[in-house]
């Protein structure tokens, strides 16, 4: 239905936090910390899950499927396999390995 790295990702797109998404679901902050913090698919009540999914849906957000192709438009993210059809491990990206540069630093 949902996971809880698709929850993360959406927030960051809309530009909210926890809290603006638990009120934007009628949810209390820590169902949805305990929403996000789930490894993987997020388990839970149907009607918890399904005001998730409306508020964000109702913000912009298209949750697209495993292997399911999208029918929007604009910008948009999705996690991409690599050639042997596993998820990559490591991040490449500058600004993650500066800031794990320096939190091991620090």
Do not use: C, H
């Not at 929850?7 to 305990?34: C, N, V, Y």
């Not at 998730?52 to 912009?60: H, K, M, R, S």
């Not at 059809?85 to 490449?92: E, Q, R, T, W």
Request: charged share 25%; aromatic share 0%; glycine share 12%.
């Amino acid at each position: 239905m949902i996971t809880s790295q698709q929850m993360r990702a959406a927030r960051a797109l809309l530009g909210i936090d926890q809290r603006q998404l638990a009120e934007l679901a009628q949810l209390s902050l820590p169902t949805i910390q305990r929403m996000e913090s789930s490894d993987g698919q997020v388990r839970g009540v149907i009607d918890t899950l399904v005001k998730v999914i409306g508020a964000l849906e109702n913000g912009g957000i298209e949750l697209i499927g495993e292997n399911a192709s999208s029918i929007g438009i604009g910008r948009g993210v999705r996690l991409r396999e690599n050639v042997d059809g596993k998820s990559a491990n490591k991040v490449g990206s500058i600004l993650f390995d500066q800031a794990k540069s320096e939190a091991d630093a620090g």
